[in-house]
């Protein structure tokens, strides 16, 4: 199953079964509001905290997610999941309500491509029939545990970017109609010495083209092998600089076919400075966008690029710089799978 | 390889090619101290934080056990680590120094065996040849997280627990000598509603119990299959607890073959209450004293069973009872297994 030096290729093609996006009152008005399962008019869900409320996104998405695959949990073997919070809270009370064999899983916002892509590593070495994978993150709660209080009305500078509020969720399977997964390839740590938390996709950029080398390199693809490469949240900025860097290095990737989960999610609005961020950023924009417009033929083959700032307040403060990671999944319509 | 609803069984028996314990002074102290490879006499490790101390830690053990298995990092395929620092940063910025792919992983104080399952499963699947799992804790980084200043003083109940300084670490890899991974069982979060911060041991005793019950009932076992039973860091009360509690439920487990880490680590000493915990405690006395004493002969195999509270600060505040989760592995003599 390895491909290369750190690459995985599934020859059982495992499949999304079902996949789900559940979003808050600003993801309703962006541009891909329909391509949401369920979206709430109410930030705090009903719940009486910010965390608790991202707790009810991530679970709504594993049960659509669940239910849309034709399942009951009793039948999920596995749940991979992380988020934002500090101790991943969202994801292990979840599974505490959901009551599957849980493994926690953190790669800041990278995780949701370490669940997909390990998700598909049970499945196709027989490990498990099926696995849910999924993660959320929340403005509120992400804003009140990395940044000042939003009461404080900081000014942001216009490489910050706005945290979405959502999760993703999808079934991986052995069998069944859906996405297959062929590959997937594990990033290692990048870290060119950025220190600026309020630029994360321009730390991010250089580990998400790590990744995307080492995936074409492992699986010795041409650089148009796939008709969409998409990023998780590095915004304008970083879709900007990454844009840049890929032909200087050699990775000649059709550039009108590589689009960045930050920029897709809010559109043109420029309330939100240089894109959406967070866990559910690419979870969202996958579950609910990408994988809807593959099953109606827009695309064939897809490689989805999540990338993770590795930082917690506690390295800001103590002077480290910014470790960043990318890992990629590859996904592509059962018409080409069969 | 999965084996009934929750375990996965290993047919290719991956090996522990290498593995290493890192302690502090404290540990340095206990009875167990000639089974650490390093033992430092300064908890700061002539850093500047406990964080970066705790870094250390776990470089050291990382490196310590891909020097014991033979190999250099380059040949790692892949690094699974994570500890109880928000943001799991004691391995990001570990993953960062050695540079290999990296997928990190949060299970509280069950991330030590969460991390062996997958190196085992990713070995077995043929996902990799070398894989790294990880893990640390450090009780100045983990006491200022999670509780009250240390300089206030604050008296501890007898329930609390002491959390461990130091890192463990081993190298699983398809072929080579040492000890080899047969099992594993993915636990399910289970919550009593128990609220006490100072009780993990009572808290987590349950979610041992149902990971063990998981085991036997997913791989047939008799009840005296295994020479010893280990827990992570249920401490003395756990233990009493997890002891009166397997009979009740027709685990006829030998009772002198159950032992806690949390016990084992710092013996009588009264200072530590109920004993230690911490991601440190099962990875140091696993990675340490339990694999040397089996290569001696002590036992021919053991199951290690992690215990995890996925609790954080910001959930105890908001009212919320612990979550709980357990992780097994099952590990036996290479004379065993030929």
Same mark, same amino acid.
């Given at each position: 199953? %390895? ?9 059982? /093609?495992?499949? @999304? ?10 993801? &309703?008005?962006? $541009? ?14 009903? *719940?009486?905290? +910010? ?10 998405? #594993?049960?659509? &997610?669940?239910?849309?695959? !034709? ?12 988020? =934002? ?9 979840? &599974?505490?309500? =959901?009551?599957? $064999? ?6 800041? #916002? ?36 990395? %940044? ?6 900081? *000014? /942001?500078?216009?490489?910050?970017? +706005? ?13 069944? %109609? ?15 010495? =950025? ?9 991010? &950029? ?5 990744? @995307? ?15 969409? @490469?998409?990023? !998780? ?14 032909? /200087? ?11 960045? #989960?930050? /920029? ?5 609005? $420029?309330?939100? +400075? ?5 866990? !559910? ?14 099953? *109606? !033929?827009?695309?064939?083959? @897809? ?9 917690? $307040? =506690? ?8 470790? #960043? ?9 059962? *018409?080409?799978?069969?």
């Amino acid at each position: 199953m %390895r491909q290369g030096h750190q690459s995985w290729v599934f020859p059982l /093609k495992p499949v @999304i079964l079902g996949h789900a996006a559940i979003g808050g009152p600003f993801e &309703a008005k962006g $541009p891909l509001a329909d391509d949401f399962d369920i979206l709430h008019g109410d930030l705090m869900i009903g *719940q009486d905290s +910010w965390e608790k409320a991202e707790k009810v996104l991530l679970e709504e998405a #594993c049960s659509k &997610a669940v239910e849309k695959a !034709g399942l009951t949990k009793e039948q999920i073997n596995f749940m991979l999941a992380g988020d =934002l919070m500090n101790q991943i809270i969202s994801a292990s009370f979840s &599974a505490r309500t =959901l009551s599957i $064999p849980f493994l926690g899983i953190f790669g800041a #916002c990278s995780t949701a491509m370490e669940g997909l892509a390990l998700a598909a590593l049970m499945v196709n070495s027989q490990a498990a029939d099926y696995v849910l994978a999924a993660t959320s993150s929340h403005n509120g709660a992400a804003e009140k545990q990395y %940044r000042y209080p939003t009461e404080y009305g900081s *000014q /942001k500078p216009p490489t910050a970017q +706005w945290t979405v509020t959502g999760a993703g969720a999808a079934v991986v399977a052995s069998q069944g %109609r859906g996405l297959r997964i062929t590959g997937a390839t594990i990033g290692h740590v990048v870290d060119m010495g =950025l220190t600026d938390p309020f630029n994360m996709g321009a730390a991010m &950029a250089p580990a998400a083209l790590s990744t @995307i080398e080492s995936h074409f390199r492992d699986f010795q693809l041409p650089h148009d092998h796939y008709d969409l @490469i998409v990023t !998780g949240d590095l915004g304008r900025t970083g879709h900007a600089i990454l844009s840049d860097l890929l032909p /200087k290095h050699h990775m000649h990737i059709p550039l009108d076919r590589y689009v960045d #989960c930050g /920029k897709l999610i809010y559109g043109e609005n $420029p309330n939100v +400075w240089s894109g959406g961020s967070g866990c !559910g950023c690419i979870a969202t924009v996958t579950y609910g966008h990408l994988l809807r417009r593959m099953k *109606q !033929g827009e695309w064939k083959r @897809i490689l989805l690029v999540a990338t993770g700032a590795l930082l917690s $307040p =506690l390295t800001f403060q103590q002077g480290e710089s910014i470790p #960043c990671i990318a890992h990629a999944v590859a996904v592509e319509s059962e *018409q080409l799978g069969e």
